[in-house]
């Protein structure tokens, strides 16, 4: 299995798991003809699109990867606010259930972000393991089982929010706060589960302005004693349950 980054960041989210045989695409907030590119302008293989909010940077391409016959799997809530639920290849996931899409097991499960229904993801496959998915969501109440791999929002760092955005953007600050994840919630989320199994930590999402990437992967590194990788555009690593 390898994991492909098409688009990470508040400019869109679309991220490839996939082998030879079959490819699952994790949200489509990028352009279509950047989809296109990556899946080299090939939709045969791919099994489905998990979508986990309806926020543009996450669901900007839904309607064209709907119209090649893709299926986005995703809560009434985001599908209803994404315009697309009355399309006969939407498809309505539930929270807590366990979905099998291709040879993908994937139980969604609620998360907290300022929008309806937003959805996290564990997602089991034969060669990646148990892969936590979660992005858009300022704390997660859920611990998780047998993880071998995590793709997982770091949005900000509160030191550098505080100094650029406490003076005089106030809300901008206490939106953030209260909709991503930041990076000593993302450490504190990590060290709360067992990570003895785990081979990859992939932070994502990380904010143009309010991040530092090097201190960030240095940290989660630093505090888990994993293999941990900031995600960037192109990024196209191997992505399975154990090194070898």
Do not use: W
Request: proline share 3%; hydrophobic share 35%; aromatic share 8%.
């Amino acid at each position: 299995m390898n994991l492909k980054v098409i688009g990470t960041g508040s400019s869109g989210n679309a991220y490839l798991l996939y082998n030879k045989e079959e490819i699952l695409l994790l949200e489509c907030g990028v352009s279509f003809k950047k989809i296109k590119e990556a899946l080299n302008f090939d939709f045969k293989k791919v099994v489905g699109c998990l979508l986990s909010h309806e926020h543009g940077d996450h669901n900007k391409a839904i309607k064209d990867i709907l119209s090649v016959g893709i299926n986005p799997y995703s809560s009434k809530g985001t599908l209803e606010a994404s315009n697309v639920i009355d399309h006969h290849n939407s498809i309505i996931i539930e929270s807590k259930k366990c979905y099998q899409i291709g040879n993908f097991k994937v139980i969604p499960f609620d998360i907290r972000h300022d929008v309806k229904e937003p959805l996290g993801f564990l997602i089991n496959h034969p060669e990646c393991g148990t892969t936590l998915f979660l992005t858009d969501s300022f704390y997660s109440p859920y611990k998780f089982n047998g993880l071998n791999n995590l793709i997982i929002e770091a949005n900000f760092c509160e030191d550098i929010i505080d100094q650029k955005l406490k003076a005089n953007k106030k809300f901008l600050r206490d939106r953030v706060l209260k909709s991503h994840l930041s990076i000593q919630k993302c450490i504190d989320l990590l060290n709360a589960n067992d990570l003895s199994q785990v081979n990859n930590i992939v932070l994502i999402h990380l904010s143009d302005s309010n991040s530092n990437e090097v201190e960030f992967q240095q940290k989660v590194a630093s505090a888990t004693g994993k293999n941990t990788i900031v995600a960037n555009n192109g990024l196209d690593i191997p992505f399975n349950k154990t090194p070898f």
